[in-house]
T-cell receptor
């Protein structure tokens, strides 16, 4: 079974704080993704990565950065958290290649920025 | 980014009833995926479809990859209370390797 884990289920941070969200997958997947999910807006792609040290902007990268130093780990960084970044954050991974593009999601991190 | 048209938006059904939902797109898709999300949890993959016309079952769930490659259907037979949740379709449009396009979700409520 594919397993994607996220470091925290719930986080409460203050405006201006630097926030790290960690994601780890145990299936040697090439691709990893960060989404945020908000009511009425669905899942929106923030950043993704095809390989170690590679990253690509998704649809809403502003205010976020990412780091992929190891294949199994993909970190999302909020340099200076703001209240409009309160959301559910979902990490996903996929193997790569046509039949291996299926994405598997982690349990999510619910972030509240005060 | 693009979103898929998923319908219905919500359904209230009685336990034991069958459920149907679908997703449509204006462009051709290479894969169709169906996920279920429980409150406060991440989406869990239910069924993956890779070929036009493909019909795949997973227990009481059956999904089909439309022949035109622009739509997909999910059916749930004999619904039970634990089927409650939000069901998302997702897929890869032709030429967009790796990135998924998501449906807007169908919220399913099951009453006893």
């Amino acid at each position: 079974d594919v397993k994607v884990t996220q470091s925290s289920r719930y986080l409460v941070k203050r405006t201006g704080e630097k926030v790290f969200l960690e994601c780890v997958q145990d299936m040697d997947h090439e691709n990893m993704f960060w989404y945020r999910q908000d009511p009425g807006l669905g899942l929106r792609l923030i950043y993704f990565s095809y390989d170690v040290k590679m990253k690509e902007k998704g649809d809403i990268p502003e205010g976020y950065s990412v780091s992929r130093e190891k294949k199994e780990r993909f970190s999302l960084i909020l340099e200076s958290a703001s209240t409009n970044q309160t959301s559910m954050y979902l990490c996903a991974s996929s193997q790569g290649g046509l039949r291996q593009e299926t994405q598997y999601f982690g349990p999510g991190t619910r972030l509240l920025v005060l | 980014g693009q979103q898929l048209n998923q319908s219905p938006q919500s359904m209230f059904i009685q336990e034991g009833e069958d459920v149907s939902m679908n997703c449509t797109s204006s462009s051709i898709f290479n894969t169709w995926l169906w996920y279920k999300q429980d409150p406060g949890e991440g989406p869990v993959l239910l069924i993956a479809l890779y070929k036009a016309g493909e019909l795949t079952s997973n227990g009481r769930l059956t999904a089909q990859f439309g022949i035109t490659r622009k739509d997909s259907f999910l059916n749930i037979s004999a619904s039970i209370p634990s089927d409650v949740g939000i069901y998302f379709c997702a897929g890869h449009p032709t030429g967009t390797a790796s990135k998924l396009t998501f449906g807007t979700g169908t919220r399913l409520q099951v009453t006893l």
